[in-house]
C-alpha cells in the first residue's frame, strides 16, 4: 500500500532563515510523482512543486527546492530564506502509476510557523 | 478566474439531513476528486471519477454519493448527514490519470452537522 509520512505535525522558523519539512514515501510504483501543497489559514490548497520519480536533478521553483533521495524513500522541501507568509500547513502528497488507483494520497501534513 | 468552483463555502445541518456539494471545473480536465479534511487526518479521498461516465469509491465512501453529471461537473451528495462528516471537503480535478499530473484544487466547503 501506498503510504506518506510527515512526522514534523508543526515546526517554528525565524524569519530569513531556511527549513526543512520532512516526508517519507512508501510505495511499490516504479513510476510515481511527488508534490507539495501550501494551505494557508484562508483555507486554499495550493501547489508548490513536483518530483519525478525518473528526474535525476531535484526540483527548484524559487525559494522552494525538493531534497529527492529516491534510496531513501525521502522527498523534503526545502524553503529558503523563510517569509512571514510562508507560515501555513504544508502537506506531502504522492501519485503513482498503479497503487492507489493512480490517485493523489497526503500525509498528515507540517504547520509551519515563520517568527519575525 | 479559471479553475475548480465549489458551493457553498459554508454549510450547517442538522443530523438527518441532506445535501448536495457542488463542484464545477472550467479546465476540461477529464478527472474529478472529492477528498475530505480532518484535523491531524490530512486529505482523505472519498470518491473519484476517472472519465466522465465513470465513478469510484475513495479511501473513505460510507456515507456518501457522487454523481458526475457531465465533463464539467462532479457533485457529492450525504443522504443522511451524521456529526462524523463534519469536515471540510475539497473538490479537486486534474488534466489526466498519470504521474506528473498534480491536482487543481476548488476553494473547499466547510461543513458541520449538529
Known amino acids: 500500500a501506498q503510504k506518506i509520512t510527515q512526522t514534523q505535525p508543526g515546526m517554528f522558523v525565524q524569519e530569513k532563515e531556511a527549513v526543512t519539512l520532512d516526508c517519507t514515501y512508501d510505495?511499490?510504483?516504479?513510476?510515481?510523482?511527488l508534490f507539495w501543497y501550501k494551505q494557508p489559514s484562508s483555507g486554499e490548497m495550493i501547489f508548490l512543486i513536483y518530483?519525478?520519480?525518473?528526474?535525476?536533478q531535484n526540483a527548484t521553483e524559487g525559494r522552494y527546492s525538493l531534497n529527492f533521495q529516491k534510496a531513501r524513500k525521502s522527498a523534503n522541501l526545502v524553503i529558503s530564506a523563510s517569509q512571514l507568509g510562508d507560515s501555513a500547513m504544508y502537506f506531502c502528497?504522492?501519485?503513482?502509476?498503479?497503487?492507489?488507483?493512480?490517485?493523489?494520497?497526503f500525509g498528515k501534513g507540517t504547520k509551519l510557523s515563520v517568527k519575525p | 478566474n479559471a479553475g475548480v468552483t465549489q458551493t457553498p463555502k459554508f454549510q450547517v445541518l442538522k443530523t438527518g439531513q441532506s445535501m448536495t456539494l457542488q463542484c464545477a471545473q472550467d479546465?476540461?480536465?477529464?478527472?474529478m476528486y472529492w477528498y475530505r479534511q480532518d484535523p491531524g487526518m490530512g486529505l482523505r479521498l472519498i470518491y473519484y471519477?476517472?472519465?466522465?461516465?465513470?465513478?469510484d469509491k475513495g479511501e473513505v465512501p460510507n456515507g456518501y454519493n457522487v454523481s458526475r453529471l457531465n465533463k464539467r461537473e462532479f457533485s457529492l451528495r450525504l443522504e443522511s448527514a451524521a456529526p462524523s462528516q463534519t469536515s471540510v471537503y475539497f473538490c479537486?480535478?486534474?488534466?489526466?490519470?498519470?504521474?506528473?499530473?498534480?491536482?487543481?484544487f476548488g476553494s473547499g466547503t466547510r461543513l458541520t452537522v449538529v
Open positions: 479537486a480535478s486534474s488534466e489526466k490519470a498519470v504521474v506528473n499530473y498534480g491536482y487543481t
Open positions: 471519477s476517472a472519465s466522465e461516465g465513470t465513478t
Open positions: 502528497a504522492m501519485r503513482g502509476d498503479g497503487g492507489s488507483q493512480g490517485n493523489l494520497i
Open positions: 518530483q519525478g520519480s525518473y528526474d535525476e
Open positions: 510505495t511499490s510504483d516504479q513510476s510515481y510523482g
Open positions: 479546465m476540461n480536465h477529464n478527472s
